[in-house]
Nanobody, 122 residues
């Protein structure tokens, strides 16, 4: 098990940028695939991005491709989501997740953070 804590959310105008961080506890962070999901009010949780344990494979949702960049620093036990050119439709609670397999499906991730709110104003 690994405990995850997200930070970096906030209010930003459309076109702006935010960088989310996901700090993990435990010594086995580097063994986990990491992912970001988001959930807007009244909508299901959706996949945003995922990165392999080594960082050499990264998946993105089509809706964020070219605007968001996911990365990780295993020495710091932290994963990141750099979000540029933000749009009002990016408004959601963003969750960090860790799991044993690099997939886009939320149910395959066993460890979740508490979420951080991102609000993009038009």
């Amino acid at each position: 098990q690994v405990q995850l804590v997200e930070s970096g959310g906030g209010l930003v105008q459309a076109g702006g940028s935010l960088r989310l961080s996901c700090a993990a506890s435990g010594r086995t962070f580097s063994r986990y695939a990491m992912a970001w999901f988001r959930q807007a009010p009244g909508k299901e949780r959706e996949f945003v991005a995922a990165i392999s344990w080594s960082g050499d494979i990264i998946y993105y949702a089509d809706s964020v491709k070219g605007r968001f960049t996911m990365s990780r620093d295993n020495a710091k036990n932290t994963a990141y989501l750099q979000m540029n050119s933000l749009k009002p439709e990016d408004t959601a609670v963003y969750y960090c997740a860790a799991g044993g397999v690099l997939v886009r499906v939320s149910r395959q991730y066993d460890n979740w953070g508490q979420g951080t709110q991102v609000t993009v104003s038009s």
